[in-house]
């Protein structure tokens, strides 16, 4: 039976820790290196070398060209996902910020692919956020989240974007026709905010504002309950003008 000493010391996998460090090694040379460099440098016995080796080339870590071995498409992958997740801790962190600064909360979104897409939002228990009840992809019409992104994009754009998700009357104060809507859009000024009023969700009021992100369709929006709708205007503004110091981090996290 295992005393209390042994029982709280991990199970190490030899075979794994060797490739880990054979993927170490591989990843430090990016024009590639020979498994004999590797093996050396990774402080793996050679024939041991060449089976890991032969493993991970098989499962897409690694691959060999002209007698060297390369990091290869699996490895690169996951390289991304740490990136990309570094890139979403950058926005979230972001949105605190704003967050705080203005006392409500922030919701960061794109249009990408033809739908609205809600990256990122912070709020507070004293201050939630608006519940999505709503799928925000189908309700863009309704939302000022929605209503600014698809004031970014052009006339066909819109066209196509409600040939898939036809405008409904979601709330008593919902826009119900795409004339409606395009009379909206033609009267925003430039950057300034789009305000939404109980358009989704009754005793809720937002308003969103444009985000430069080159050629993708962004936006920050705050929301506020009803019997605070004297701060919507002078909350969003603060924002407009908070956005200018982050907005690089913002920018380059786009792609997640």
Known sequence: MPTAHNA?????????QRALRLLEAVGS????????????EAKVPLPT????????????????????????????RLGAGG??????????????????VIGAPVYFAVYREGEVELV??????????????????????AHAIGQCLLAQVDEQVRQDHFDRHAMTA????????????????????????VVERQEYALGTVCAAIPVAAGETAATLAISL??????????????????????????????SI
């Open 49 to 76: 070398a060449y089976h890991l080796l032969r493993t991970l080339s098989h499962e897409g870590y690694v691959r060999r060209e002209h007698g060297v071995f390369l990091l290869g498409p699996a490895a690169e």
């Open 29 to 40: 040379h990016p024009g590639g290196a020979p498994a004999k460099q590797l093996a050396r």
């Open 225 to 254: 309950p009803l019997h605070q709708e004297q701060r919507l205007l002078s909350a969003v503004n603060r924002l407009q003008r908070e956005v200018g110091a982050l907005l690089s981090a913002l920018s380059i996290s786009i």
């Open 83 to 100: 990136m990309q997740q570094k890139r979403r801790s950058m926005i979230l962190d972001s949105l605190a910020h704003f967050r705080d």
């Open 120 to 141: 990122g939002v912070s709020d507070t228990p004293n201050s939630p956020a608006c519940e999505e009840w709503a799928d925000f992809r189908q309700t863009a019409h």
């Open 8 to 16: 709280a010391v991990p199970t190490l996998i030899t075979s794994v």
């Open 170 to 193: 979601i709330t008593p104060y919902t826009l119900r026709d795409l004339r409606s809507f395009e009379n909206r859009m033609g009267a925003l000024e430039g950057a300034g905010p």
